[in-house]
T-cell receptor
Framework: DGGITQSPKYLFRKEGQNVTLSCEQN?????MYWYRQDPGQGLRLIYY???????QKGDIAEGYSVSREKKESFPLTVTSAQKNPTAFYLC??????????????FGSGTRLTVV | ELKVEQNPLFLSMQEGKNYTIYCNYS?????LYWYRQDPGKSLESLFV?????AVKQEGRLMASLDTKARLSTLHITAAVHDLSATYFC??????????FGKGTKLTVNP
């Protein structure tokens, strides 16, 4: 079955440590996204990528980095520069037509906690 | 900058009652999405609305879109406990991004 797989489901980060969240899709979608969810805040866009080897900053990119070396994969690194990383992270992908995304699918999420 | 506002943010209703959740957005868009989220879970797609006047229904939920008023509604008919969840609307921004509302936490009481 096609879908998006995020791992790990739970992740604990120590102060000053970089951690990487995995996101893999087998839907043949062009565009992929990372969102952060905090209680009562809805979802906020961190980074997105429409094609391989290209990505753009979203609204809250500071302290995060991404790569898009393969169409199927869009990992997110939470760096030590992100001062408040505790949140629920959601990866999404969509097919595009004329550059417009229509069918967004979300992964199951990674819950990151700073210890 | 596109802004999306949902109201109410919290909704407590009795089983069997009807209610409407509203989603207003600030700039022109031709794509609006409704999602459901259960506690600790990811987002489940409910409706995709792509044109003015679009209306979609699934079970006890019906969504509509008025692009001229920049308003979408999610109407709940004869609520049941299983509908308890948080509902998000999201609006397409430019050619690729979604901007989300803060969500409406719905609790259906027996």
């Amino acid at each position: 079955d096609g879908g998006i797989t995020q791992s790990p489901k739970y992740l604990f980060r120590k102060e000053g440590q970089n951690v990487t969240l995995s996101c893999e899709q087998n839907l043949n979608h062009d565009a992929m996204y990372w969102y952060r969810q905090d209680p009562g805040q809805g979802l906020r866009l961190i980074y997105y990528s429409q094609i391989v080897n290209d990505f753009q900053k979203g609204d809250i990119a500071e302290g995060y980095s991404v790569s898009r070396e393969k169409k199927e994969s869009f990992p997110l690194t939470v760096t030590s520069a992100q001062k408040n990383p505790t949140a629920f992270y959601l990866c999404a992908s969509t097919y595009t037509r004329d550059g417009v995304g229509y069918g967004y699918t979300f992964g199951s999420g990674t819950r990151l906690t700073v210890v | 900058e596109l802004k999306v506002e949902q109201n109410p943010l919290f909704l407590s209703m009795q089983e069997g009652k009807n209610y409407t959740i509203y989603c207003n957005y600030s700039t022109t868009s031709d794509r609006l999405y409704w999602y459901r989220q259960d506690p600790g879970k990811s987002l489940e797609s409910l409706f995709v609305l792509l044109s003015n006047g679009a209306v979609k229904q699934e079970g006890r939920l019906m969504a509509s879109l008025d692009t001229k008023a920049r308003l979408s509604t999610l109407h709940i008919t004869a609520a049941v406990h299983d509908l308890s969840a948080t509902y998000f609307c999201a609006v397409g921004s430019g050619s690729e991004k979604l901007v989300f509302g803060k969500g409406t936490k719905l609790t259906v009481n027996p």
